[in-house]
């Protein structure tokens, strides 16, 4: 390995490039995403650490193998998350897993979502982390998983399009049906507090 | 774990595993195969969708009421089923294979339906241009025995001699040159789709140079029954084929 390269300064494009002539840079790569996706696949995933740690490295290795596969057009960032989304729920369908895939949120993602989403006045201190989460987690899978790219992993329309291989005109529609059904949800869970 | 211990188990299984990269030529190549089958089905698609336009406008709209009692029935009963079921499934093929282009799914299912119809049209004009829908039911009627059976509206249609309609082949001119003018009346051998010839009468003055009136040709017969196997014919028209051989269109008396 070449210890003395400083990645601080390369962008993810450029590590790409160096890993297709060596593939010792792709450590970079790793250690740049290690963390974020595990976070990510938690999040929508709900496994363990050491469930999602190996999830993880299956997406590395997956990621590793289709490097040449990478379109230029895209930003990396996306196409790394695309591959660890799709690796993800197909994980839960070839393990045939009962459970269906359920959001996780951790406390940092509430001022996130009510500031993001303009909710100041729906989430307030009397919602708690769980009960937000309960309201996600009961809207329609696709509504979930927009809602979640959008506001708490916080990507703009290009992206999440590139994540989840929809026309941008869709995921806009998709974005926009949620917010709605997620505002709907609110006020009646909030009736129940 | 930290991100160095993790990347470092990462390179440990990448090397110790032996894995490699896919070699960039097999993603080419899928995409490829994609985007050409997309191509494919679209071009067979649009070629679908110009007969389905050549059908529907020679649909002889202004005799439904020879054939049917009322316009609704006649156009469901006229519509070329055949040719929208391979349209349909052409076109489903077709946004399939776009979908799994590397770059397809930018496009909306409607903005892709809308580009294959334009080019359909496009397509579809070039076909009709040069008689290609024409020829590809030829190859049809007489490569798939069952599409007689699915495309044979028309034929039905225009077999109703006790409504005024009938359709055939000229057997038999009254005279053994081509027309150049008549003035009083034209006679013929017309033989059916049930292989039954009946003679039919053209009461004309009109000049006749229609290259498809002569023997051999197909066509339809607009006028009312006269006997057993005779007919008296007020309009003779040409069965319709592409648009290089539609140039002369009616005879009249």
């Keep these: 390995m070449n210890f003395n390269f400083d990645e601080t300064g390369k962008t993810d494009e450029e590590l790409v490039a160096l890993t297709l002539k060596d593939q010792e840079y792709f450590s970079f790569i790793v250690k740049r995403y290690s963390v974020k996706l595990k976070v990510y696949i938690s999040r929508i995933s709900g496994l363990g650490s050491e469930d999602a740690d190996d999830l993880l490295q299956e997406v590395f290795i997956k990621t590793y193998r289709h490097l040449n596969d990478f379109d230029g057009n895209l930003k990396f960032s996306a196409w790394i998350y695309r591959i660890a989304r799709n690796h993800t729920i197909s994980h839960f369908r070839k393990n045939k897993l009962k459970q269906e895939l359920q959001l996780q949120l951790d406390e940092n993602v509430m001022e996130n979502l009510s500031s993001d989403f303009d909710l100041e006045k729906e989430i307030n201190d009397n919602m708690t982390k769980d009960s937000v989460q309960a309201v996600l987690n009961s809207l329609d899978a696709r509504y979930r998983e927009v809602l979640e790219l959008k506001f708490i992993e916080g990507w703009d329309y290009r992206q999440i399009s590139d994540i989840l291989k929809k026309p941008m005109g869709t995921v806009a529609t998709l974005i926009n049906r949620a917010k709605k059904k997620f505002k709907d949800q609110l006020k009646k869970q909030k009736i129940k507090i | ?253």
């Design chain 2, 1 to 253: 774990m930290t991100d160095t211990d993790f990347s470092q188990k990462i390179m440990s299984a990448i090397k110790d595993e032996k894995i490699t990269l896919i070699p960039r030529w097999r993603f080419l190549a899928k995409d490829s195969i994609f985007w050409f089958g997309f191509l494919l089905c679209a071009t067979i698609g649009g070629l679908a969708f110009s007969v389905v336009l050549f059908v529907l406008t020679n649909n002889d709209w202004e005799i439904y009421d020879k054939a049917e009692s009322n316009l609704f029935v006649f156009f469901f009963e006229t519509l070329p089923y055949f040719w929208l079921i391979i349209l349909v499934l052409f076109l489903a093929v077709a946004y399939f294979n776009l979908r799994h282009t590397k770059s397809g799914y930018h496009y909306h299912l409607l903005f892709v339906l809308g580009a294959v119809i334009l080019a359909s049209i496009f397509l579809g004009a070039i076909f009709c241009v040069f008689g290609m829908n024409h020829d590809l039911e030829n190859v049809f009627r007489s490569q798939l025995p069952f599409y007689d059976v699915v495309a044979s509206q028309k034929e039905a249609i225009w077999n109703r001699p006790e409504k005024g309609i009938l359709s055939g082949y000229i057997a038999e001119l009254d005279k053994n040159e081509k027309i150049e003018k008549v003035s009083s009346s034209v006679s013929f051998d017309l033989q059916d789709a049930s292989g039954r010839i009946w003679h039919v009468i053209l009461v004309t003055s009109t000049v006749l140079r229609q290259k498809f009136f002569e023997d051999g040709s197909r066509v339809k017969i607009v006028g009312s029954q006269i006997g057993s196997d005779s007919f008296q014919a007020d309009e003779v028209r040409p069965w319709p084929v592409g648009l290089r051989r539609l140039a002369p269109q009616l005879v009249s008396p």
